[in-house]
């Protein structure tokens, strides 16, 4: 018997409502953020609310430790970076780093338990450097994490490496294929790009490398505007990235009708170009370096180690944990008096150069 075509609809219409689930659920809620008829809104699903609500807890807080009596580093034998800390002090930043990065395996995840001294476990010399990673972001990185900072917890979440971190894709650059080159885009399935046909590797070229970001021409004749709409579909793969990352629209920092405009913009977005430069630095200074020392099965298809994206701290949201601050019970990792000290350039300044 051949179905007749009510039939074939109805099985179609079936289809597209299974599928349509996975995507998010309506009514969404949405709030004016700039002035009338510039359509500057910011758009919230109060049912994706509550799941990130829920991943957003953060931990209970240690007692605070006595500050009093030797300092770590008269009575233990290789502390290079705790040292000024009291015993009591450090023992507690051991207990806490264990809930945040490795709370099934314990103290012995980083440490040979039989001499607590010895640096032959790798994720003792990893986490020695992410101690200083987050006390640089926090003291010298102010200007983007402000006094909230980030602890271990920001990016770990009880997980001996953070769920959002990235690898370089190795077909990304490759040209010349034999299905013809796909110039790094056109590939499903890609969370990097929000599942579009923008490119696959946003990362590499601009939260490692500092490739050019910005791509509006400042003038129309062909001679002075190297720009191109291929150079613009890697920026907007960026964009959507650090949309998703914090889950928000593009008006959240740009005023669509100038998007190159940083008078026009929301403060936010000043803020997420530090963002942009300090993801930079914790990947090439603390992180890439970490790379000879790690096991085969932590590197990426290309041989590199897992780096640092928005996604990493911001898991959906525009402020890491709501901007709960963990680092106020830490002041330990505040980082040096030094760093704070440290100048940092304003997009303004950079903005007639790139
Ligand atoms: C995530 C990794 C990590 C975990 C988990 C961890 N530690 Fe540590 N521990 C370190 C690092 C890094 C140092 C060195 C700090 C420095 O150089 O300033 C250290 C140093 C020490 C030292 C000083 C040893 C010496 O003589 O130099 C002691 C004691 C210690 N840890 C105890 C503990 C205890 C107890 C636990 C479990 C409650 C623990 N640690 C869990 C990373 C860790
Ligand atoms: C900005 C985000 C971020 C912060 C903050 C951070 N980490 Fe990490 N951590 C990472 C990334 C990314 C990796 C993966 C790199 C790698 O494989 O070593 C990692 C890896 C590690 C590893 C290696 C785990 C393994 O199984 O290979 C340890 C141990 C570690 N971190 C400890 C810490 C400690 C302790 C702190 C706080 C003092 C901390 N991290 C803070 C991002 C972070
Ligand atoms: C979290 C803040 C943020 C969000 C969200 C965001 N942007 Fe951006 N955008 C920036 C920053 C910062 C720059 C400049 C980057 C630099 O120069 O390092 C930029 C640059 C741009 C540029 C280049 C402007 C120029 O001067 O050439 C375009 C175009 C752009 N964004 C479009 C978008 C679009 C489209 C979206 C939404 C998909 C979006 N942005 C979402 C912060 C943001
Ligand atoms: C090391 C963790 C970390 C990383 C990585 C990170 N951020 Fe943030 N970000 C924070 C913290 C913490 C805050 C909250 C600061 C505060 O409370 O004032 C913040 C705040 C922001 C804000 C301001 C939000 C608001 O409501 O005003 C923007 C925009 C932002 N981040 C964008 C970015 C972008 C874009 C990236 C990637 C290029 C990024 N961040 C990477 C930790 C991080």
């Not at 001294?117 to 983007?144: C, E, F, G, P």
């Not at 056109?186 to 579009?196: I, Q």
């Not at 330990?332 to 760093?339: C, Q, R, T």
Request: charged share 15%; hydrophobic share 35%; glycine share 8%.
């Amino acid at each position: 018997m051949i179905a007749r075509p009510s039939f074939w609809i109805a099985a179609a219409s079936l289809v597209a409502v299974v599928g349509l689930t996975g995507c998010e659920r309506l009514p969404v809620d949405t709030v004016q953020v700039g002035y009338r008829g510039t359509g500057m809104e910011q758009v919230t699903n109060p049912r994706i609310a509550k799941s990130l609500e829920a991943a957003n807890t953060v931990p209970e807080a240690l007692e605070p430790a006595d500050s009093s009596g030797p300092k770590a580093r008269q009575i233990y034998q290789n502390v290079k970076v705790l040292g000024d800390l009291s015993v009591a002090e450090f023992n507690r930043l051991m207990v806490a780093m264990t809930q945040w990065v490795a709370p099934e395996q314990g103290c012995a995840y980083c440490h040979n338990v039989a001499n607590f001294a010895d640096d032959s476990l790798y994720t003792k010399v990893v986490a020695r450097s992410m101690t200083q990673m987050t006390q640089t972001i926090n003291a010298k990185w102010q200007v983007h994490v402000g006094a909230t900072g980030v602890t271990c917890y920001t990016c770990h979440r009880g997980q001996n490496l953070p769920t959002k971190l990235w690898f370089t894709e190795p077909d990304a650059k490759v040209a010349g294929r034999l299905l013809g080159n796909n110039f790094g885009a056109n590939r499903a399935g890609v969370e990097a790009n929000a599942n579009s046909s923008l490119p696959i590797d946003p990362y590499t070229p601009f939260l490692l490398e500092d490739k050019p970001i910005r791509v509006i021409g400042d003038t129309a004749l062909p001679t002075g505007n190297r720009k191109s709409t291929m150079q613009g579909e890697w920026t907007y793969a960026l964009m959507m990235h650090m949309s998703q990352s914090l889950g928000v629209n593009c008006t959240f920092c740009h005023n669509s009708r100038a998007f190159a405009e940083w008078e026009q913009s929301p403060p936010a977005r000043a803020t997420a170009w530090h963002g942009i430069r300090m993801v930079r630095e914790v990947n090439n200074e603390f992180i890439t370096p970490l790379t000879p020392i790690q096991p085969a099965n932590r590197l990426g298809p290309t041989g590199d180690i897992g780096k640092v994206n928005c996604a990493t701290c911001h898991q959906g949201v525009g402020k890491p944990l709501y901007g709960q601050s963990m680092l106020k019970n830490h002041p330990e990792l505040s980082g040096p008096d030094h760093l704070l000290k440290t100048t940092i350039a304003t997009p303004q300044a950079q903005a007639k150069t790139n």
